[in-house]
């Protein structure tokens, strides 16, 4: 078995590379890639050094306990999105103090329901990508275009990684 994947590898070193130079830490707060996230970043020697850690806020009950969410927020809660992905950063940022914290919510296959006012088969292959930086918040949306939950969890992350590197490689 090869992890993690040839795409991620340099994409992980890269991203390590920089961080551990510059003295600065990850973390993230992972929903539909299910920990592929924090597993990418810890598969290389020496990730000590720069991840701090995460969460997993798969379910809404997650998001509740871990990510400073309360009732209303679980009640009004529509389904990923950018605003969504964003406060998971900054929850998560204000909780471990990491430098960067890159976070992630989406559509990854068919399954139950995702929110009200969600059209969970038109959202398929959809991935919600957040930053909380010292400079402060950034967010983007990807599709894939794929119907395959675990392909789509495993394309999430790698675009999740790439979003982080291009931030990272504009702030030197």
Known sequence: ?????????????????????????????????????????????????????????????????????????ISSYTGPSEEVVLRLARNLKMELGATYVLSETGFAGPSGQYGKGSDQDEEVGTVYLGISTPQGDLACVKRTGIKSRSDNMALFAEEGLKFLLEHLKSTK
């Open 1 to 73: 078995m090869q992890f993690p994947p040839e795409s991620v590898k340099p994409l992980v070193k890269e991203i390590a590379q920089h961080l551990i130079e510059n003295n600065e830490t990850v973390a993230v707060s992972e929903g539909v890639c299910g920990g592929l996230l924090s597993a990418y970043l810890v598969s290389i020697p020496g990730a000590s050094q720069f991840f701090l850690g995460g969460t997993l806020v798969y379910s809404l009950k997650s998001r509740l306990k871990l990510s400073g969410w309360d009732e209303k927020d």
